[in-house]
């Protein structure tokens, strides 16, 4: 229920004991995700052609940097919005394989992950999503299943919502899971905490009231121009 909450009702809400909400959740979530399981395969399939690449895209994964590297390296993507850089990318990733502008940028900035996400598409473009979504299940809805019952936390898709105090333990275990899952790709020595954001959802009872208010006087201000 809450994943299709408005974002103004989610920044509302409250624990039962009036607590604020926080985040944690993943940079770059989807392309992480594809980033961490082409690793993972590359990894075992490891040539000297892939090393170059294998060390670029692991730098952008704990940077949490894949989003910036994309728009500052392609004339295609430099100066697009955030929300429609994302898209774009996305929609390369997980739609069927077409010679669009985007998918030829992308696969000349990441050959071989292309390569690799090109040829599962071969037998079902669908197949990368499915590869993206069972992988982010088997982070965050485990890491949700293991937060101690005592604890607050809810769960929406590639984050986890929980209280101030306890987002260090949701972030520590969301670095435990990533560490058990791709073990060989992200070493004892990886620093991941840039790969997981830690933000506040919810707004402060005096920024809240100021946004009711705003958001009042605005309905009030379209009711009057249609009567």
């Not at 009872?205 to 249609?226: F, V």
């Amino acid at each position: 229920v809450i994943a299709s909450m408005p974002k103004l009702i989610r920044e509302s809400i409250r624990t039962k004991s009036n607590e604020l909400i926080w985040e944690v959740d993943m940079s770059s979530a989807q392309p992480s995700i594809i980033f961490l399981e082409w690793l993972k395969w590359a990894k075992k399939n490891y040539t000297n052609k892939f090393k170059d690449e294998y060390e670029l895209c692991l730098k952008l994964l704990l940077d949490g940097g894949i989003y910036k590297y994309i728009e500052s390296n392609s004339e295609y993507f430099k100066g697009l919005e955030y929300k429609k850089l994302k898209e774009s990318v996305l929609t390369v990733i997980n739609d069927e394989n077409k010679p669009t502008k985007q998918n030829k940028e992308l696969s000349r900035l990441f050959p071989n992950v292309f390569k690799w996400i090109n040829s599962i598409k071969k037998v079902n473009f669908k197949e990368v999503s499915f590869l993206g979504q069972s992988a982010e299940a088997d982070i965050f809805v485990e890491v949700y299943k293991s937060i101690p019952d005592d604890k607050f936390a809810l769960i929406i898709h590639d984050c986890i919502l929980t209280t101030e105090k306890d987002v260090l333990l949701v972030k520590k275990l969301l670095e435990d899971r990533i560490r058990k899952l791709f073990d060989g790709v992200i070493l004892e020595h990886h620093n991941l905490e840039k790969l997981f954001k830690i933000s506040e959802v919810s707004i402060r009872d005096e920024l809240l009231e100021k946004t009711q208010r705003d958001a009042y006087s605005k309905k009030c201000q379209i009711e009057r121009i249609n009567s």
